[in-house]
């Protein structure tokens, strides 16, 4: 009679021998319970054992999720519950079957979406009640239960893990000559696994199931497939949430994938996302095992930490990242295929700088069952600063108009890739595409020509955050219908670029009293005065409903931000970062060149992150103390200095007409003055706007969009954000300031020393 003994291990030891000759009369009970110690959301399940000799056992948990194999062989069991799922939940069903990888959802997976976490940081439990009646008590996975597991999210921590020495009293699997060849045997060569932990050897079969030792009662706390993602409203109109949250998930579109192995095609059995930020890492790694994500760019390290909103959902219903399985997807995932071959990385994400022709656009997209999210890299690399620059129109062969030819060219090169991604898994969702600067536009241009199509045109949301133009104005007339929200931080240049007046025509040069070329020509009235005259065809003008950032200075270090719609030229494409503090009341921004290199108010992570996270505090705030967005001190702080504006502007146009220049009497310049009398009207109406924010409440749709009157939704993600100390402190940014004093003193100190409407003395030779 010979044994063998249990190796040492972390686990419970088994005592007394095993028999080399095949003896029955063993018994191994289990349990599987939530972290709540409860066992009835796994009642009913069939669940498969198979002995040390191969034998396999089925049977159904009990109503306290309870089985047990009575008079087995000797030795440990391998436990495993792989029935399919058949249940009418449509959402399972249409994964189960949809014909671009169809997932093997299993009863046991739906079960374990349907629990919650102890903890609400998704941590590991350290004890359970359920604990007190094991021999053996395990932390599991559905992963290490069922037979495929690629779908499913990676391991956590945890603190009682099973024992994996149990493991070795099994007959080993017979090594393979690689993960593809259906399992050729090479013999039972045990010296292969340390030869496999080198890299000199096929890496040993994985044994699914969990390994129970006889004789024993087990209980198995299955941790929840519970996941976090982004909380996006699908609405058409604007809300404070989806301008923060956006702002985050188009910053991420500058970091790669960061998916390992990196080589193409992939030979490996999986792939992996530990790079940190990538958008690979986010969806495909980290929101999948519940952990909370705020990196969204590498120069947001030792920085302020900026999360997103996030909801609780099943693990089926996170932003998915497609299974790597080239076993289970041989037709897509089979690395004889060569550059054929489909992996996560090039289907989720665009990057076709290495390509001939490329475009150096790039982008990621990624899916749950409301909406498909595309999210488009802006100015990164110098391609990327040549196609900027690439202004000529060229027609919209899509639709109606001219668009800017740099960043039409890298339109089309991403429209066939969203395109094969919509084939695979569009079914109806909401399209929410967003994109900062070049991406941007890039991303208006992508929306365009997808509304175009029946498919989608209901379908689509868009966001922008410091776009330029992209097309003449018969373009933009053409996409009225397309929702796009666009937002301007208070001094970004860009979306002054491409100027008005640029066309197929390329002109250098405009003429005003000499020489004015692109790059040096004053930016303010200068444009008004010259004329914003595009030399052929239709200029350029703006999609979208703007809204605009206004930072409000106070003095002695105290200031605040507006977001806001302004009507007028002189802020929306000249900015006004500075303009309340300029003697004359006009932004002083230098040569269009100069903007470009200095563009800190361009930037998405100390600036229009920033902001947005500001405007989403401030509206949480207006929203529920029922207070205005602007307070009656920002209101004399910014309306003064648009009265002092409106009154250079009548003060220009008088001394323009009173000039005895024969040239002011020229076509050109009636065109110049027309232009300026419809910029003064337009002041007027935003300083009508800016009253009326004075006064206006908001309610839950405007904070929150789709997610308005869904009280449990908020009631869970709203405290898991306050969580964060980030999000409570105060902020001078999002401070809502307290109400001025009815002294006009007390005004004219918050102006600094300028009482608001007294007139600024304006030198229009320094302008023209």
Aim: proline share 7%.
């Amino acid at each position: 009679m010979s044994f063998k003994s249990l190796p040492p291990g972390d686990g419970p030891s088994m005592e007394g021998r095993m028999y080399t000759c095949p003896l029955r009369g063993q018994a191994t009970s289990f349990q599987l319970v939530d972290e709540f110690g409860d066992g009835q959301p796994y009642a009913g399940l069939a669940y498969e054992v198979t002995d040390y000799e191969d034998v396999t056992y089925t049977g159904r948990l009990d109503a306290n999720g309870v089985g047990r194999v009575e008079d087995h062989y000797c030795g440990p069991v391998l436990l495993k519950l792989s029935q399919p799922y058949k249940g009418g939940d449509e959402l399972y069903k249409d994964l189960r079957n949809r014909p671009h990888y169809p997932l093997p959802i299993t009863e046991l997976q739906v079960r374990a979406e349907s629990t919650r976490f102890f903890n609400k940081d998704g941590a590991r439990t350290r004890s359970n009640p359920a604990q007190a009646k094991a021999g053996s008590f395990y932390q599991v996975e559905v992963g290490e239960l069922v037979e495929h597991d690629a779908h499913l999210p990676p391991m956590v921590e945890r603190h009682f893990p099973p024992n994996r020495h149990v493991y070795s009293l099994f007959r080993q699997p017979p090594q393979a000559t690689g993960f593809l060849d259906g399992g050729a045997a090479q013999g039972d060569r045990s010296s292969d696994n340390a030869m496999a932990d080198l890299g000199f050897a096929p890496p040993a079969p994985k044994v699914q199931g969990i390994a129970l030792l006889p004789n024993r009662h087990h209980v198995l706390e299955v941790r929840p497939l519970r996941a976090l993602r982004p909380m996006l409203s699908t609405g058409a109109q604007f809300c404070a949430l989806n301008l923060y949250q956006l702002a985050l998930l188009a910053t991420l579109s500058y970091s790669g994938f960061g998916q390992e192995p990196r080589f193409h095609p992939v030979d490996s059995p999986r792939v992996s996302f530990p790079e940190q930020p990538s958008s690979g890492n986010w969806f495909g790694a980290v929101l999948p095992t519940f952990a909370e994500l705020w990196q969204v760019d590498a120069d947001q390290a030792g920085g302020k930490a900026y999360y997103p909103l996030y909801e609780e959902v099943p693990y089926s219903r996170r932003l998915e990242i497609v299974p790597f399985d080239p076993q289970l997807y041989p037709e897509v995932n089979h690395p004889s295929l060569g550059e054929a071959q489909e992996n996560p990385a090039n289907i989720h994400f665009f990057d076709d700088a290495n390509k001939p022709e490329g475009t150096d656009t790039q982008a990621y997209i990624t899916h749950h069952e409301e909406l498909i999210l595309i999210a488009v890299r802006g100015t990164a690399e110098k391609a990327d600063a040549l196609r900027d620059m690439d202004a000529e129109q060229v027609p919209f062969e899509e639709g109606e108009g001219k668009v800017h030819n740099g960043f039409y060219g890298a339109a089309k090169a991403l429209r066939e890739f969203v395109v094969r991604y919509l084939d695979k898994f569009y079914s109806g969702q909401k399209l929410v595409i967003t994109g900062h600067s070049l991406g941007g536009a890039v991303a208006l241009i992508l929306s365009e020509m997808l509304r175009r199509s029946k498919r989608y045109e209901a379908n689509i949301l868009l966001y922008t955050y410091g776009s330029p133009r992209v097309g003449d104005t018969r373009f933009v007339s053409g996409a009225e219908a397309l929702v796009h929200h666009r937002f301007v931080n208070h001094n970004d240049p860009v979306p002054s670029v491409p100027a008005t007046w640029m066309s197929t025509s390329k002109p250098k040069v405009l003429a005003a009293r000499g020489a004015v070329t692109v790059f040096n020509a004053p930016v303010g009235l200068t444009l008004f005065i010259t004329g914003l005259i595009n030399f052929t065809g239709e200029p350029y003008a703006h999609h979208g409903t703007l809204r605009h950032f206004l930072p409000v200075d106070f003095g002695a270090g105290r200031k605040s931000a507006i977001l806001w719609a302004p009507g007028c030229s002189t802020i929306l494409d000249q900015g006004c970062a500075r303009v309340l503090q300029e003697i004359d009341g006009l932004p002083v921004r230098g040569s269009l060149l100069r903007q470009l290199l200095d563009n800190a108010d361009h930037k998405m992570v100390v600036s229009y992150i920033p902001h947005c996270w500001a405007t989403l505090r401030r509206w949480q705030e207006s929203q529920v103390f029922q207070r205005p967005l602007v307070t009656e001190r920002e209101l004399s702080r910014v309306d003064g200095a648009l009265a002092s504006i409106t009154q250079q502007l009548r003060d220009l146009d008088r001394s323009l007409w009173g000039r005895p220049d024969a040239y002011l009497r020229s076509q050109q310049s009636v065109l110049a003055v027309d232009r300026l009398r419809t910029e003064i009207n337009a002041l007027s109406m935003t300083r009508q706007r800016l009253r009326e924010l004075s006064v206006t409440r908001i309610d839950e749709s405007d904070v929150y969009g789709a997610f308005a009157g869904q009280t449990q939704l908020l009631a869970e993600g709203l405290p898991r954000w306050l969580d964060h100390p980030e999000n409570t402190v105060q902020e001078q940014l999002a401070m809502m300031a307290p109400p001025v004093d009815d002294s006009e003193q007390a005004i004219a100190e918050l102006l600094g020393g300028h009482v608001a409407g007294a007139p600024y003395d304006l030198d229009i030779d320094s302008l023209i």
